[in-house]
């Protein structure tokens, strides 16, 4: 029979959002993003991964060949640097904002590694409680045969009663065995339709083992999203302390280390995205994927039962309405037999009539019980419907707001990168060129040495070595002309070189001193 075509669960915003995205094959056409188990849709379902994957090679190759121009450009001249200088602090706030978003980042992801876990648990409970459903209703369906089974033994024992017992009409006693035969059979039969349900229970998949494997994975899902966050936090804390300490090591160990949080966020960007549109597309029409996916017909009745609850007539109706056909008939015949062994006063009749009545009553009351609480397709479809609640509720929820904090994470890393490096660079020119302050052709009258409160107040503090002297200092006081800017570069190969006599850096004091190199 055919039943069913809507849907008793009702997708997300989020869900549909997702689902309307427009799908491409490898060819460029669109694709539907209804879920299935084929090759066309899963051309389409990756096609955003996959841009995703472009989009982090790129800026990977950005990063690294930014790097690698940075590492081979030439140091600045002593003019170059006086006339673009900036104080370190003032290109930190870029590195700062950066490192705060990446951190941002991890964050939005510690906190929907949270709701994973949460709606993993979801689908734990909702299993464990499917698998209590088809464990109680196998019992208790075993139950009522073994007790339908009995209750035929005791009704041969009692037509042997009727055979030995004393009673003034043979005809008599042929009517009470007859009576009681009819109610073995009828009990027999009742047994044979409650045997049939619990063939039908034993296919079903024991669902226990799901919720084992899933913990399984979940547990190192968990670990390990907490492992790589932790990863891309000491990452931001590097950045932070090279900011604090004004350290280029720490600062050159950040970009390094950016670069892998730039493939871990493109990478995790790639997998939640396709995770979530696989998702989406299911959870957009979940009962009519499980439904045409079903095909075998002794599991597409019970299949089609729970799904359109209401609208499709139970797998188990007709057996169940035949056991409670054949158990009214023995309740009725008892009646009978034991209201003869009471007036012929047979006690051995009377104990097993009201025997087999306490047990046929038991069963008639188990059998409704069974199919009012636990097959009925109202609490099943609630198990369904808790089970759709978890999938596709907080675990779709949960793997979006990990995709935002991954594509953060990569995004900023980027920026990060760039922006360490841009820093670490200043640092390393200020700190080269930050004793050069007597000279006076390239510095404006307020900067000199003699003329700054701050330099006064710093030559008044403990003295620092000086790193090399004035250039072209001698040469200045001999001709009056701005003698010709040499890079810190030439200057740092002529120092190297044995000296010839022909150029030597002297101090005011006539003694030769060290140049310090300022490019790393």
Known sequence: MSCGGYETFFPSSLVRTVHDLPRFNRHLESTSSSFNITLAYAEGAVSWPAVAIVLGVVLLLVSLLYLTCCAFRSAPTLQQWYTKRKKPGCGCFPLFLAALLCG?????????????????????STIMD????????????????????????DLSNLAEVWRTASLPDPSLRQQLIDATVTARDQADNAKFQTDSIAITLEGVYDVSTIRTQLNKYDD?????????????L???????????????CMLKLTAFLAIFGLVIGSVASAAFLAITVVGSDLCFSPSKFIRDYVNDESYAPTVRYVLYCGDCPSPYQDDYDQAQLYIYSVSTELAEL????????????????????????????????????????????????????????????????????????????????????????????????????????????????????SLRSRETAEPRPRSRPPPYRSQVAASQEE????????????????????????????????????WM
């Open 220 to 232: 190192y899902r968990f670990k390990g999203t907490i492992g790589v966050m932790c990863f891309i």
């Open 130 to 153: 499917i698998n209590s459903t088809i464990v109680d209703t196998e019992t208790g369906v075993v139950n009522i045969s073994r007790s339908l089974q009995n209750a035929s033994g």
């Open 104 to 124: 941002g980042g991890a964050g939005l992801v510690f906190y929907a590694n949270q709701d994973v876990d949460s709606g993993i648990n979801g689908i734990s």
């Open 338 to 453: 034991n209201a003869a062994a009471v007036n012929f006063s047979i006690p051995d009749a009377v104990a097993l009539t009201s025997q087999l009545n306490r047990s046929v009553n038991s069963v008639k009351s188990s059998l409704d019980s069974i199919f009012r609480e636990e097959i009925n397709c109202t609490h099943l479809n609630s198990l369904y419907n808790d089970l759709l609640t978890s999938t596709c509720g907080r675990i779709i929820d949960g793997t979006a707001l990990t995709l935002a904090g991954g594509a953060a994470v990569g995004l900023f890393m980027f920026f990060l990168l760039l922006c360490a490096q841009r820093h670490w660079t200043r640092l390393i020119f200020n700190d080269s060129y930050e004793d050069d302050t007597e000279t006076s052709q390239l510095l404006p009258p307020s900067e000199r040495r003699g003329n700054s409160a």
């Open 483 to 518: 003698p010709p800017i040499e890079t810190l570069h030439q200057r740092t190969h002529l120092q190297t070189e044995k000296p010839t006599g022909s150029h030597v850096d002297m101090s005011p004091a006539g003694e030769p001193r060290k140049v310090k190199e300022a």
């Open 234 to 248: 000491l990452i931001v804390l590097l950045a932070f302390s090279g900011i604090i300490c004004s350290s280029p």
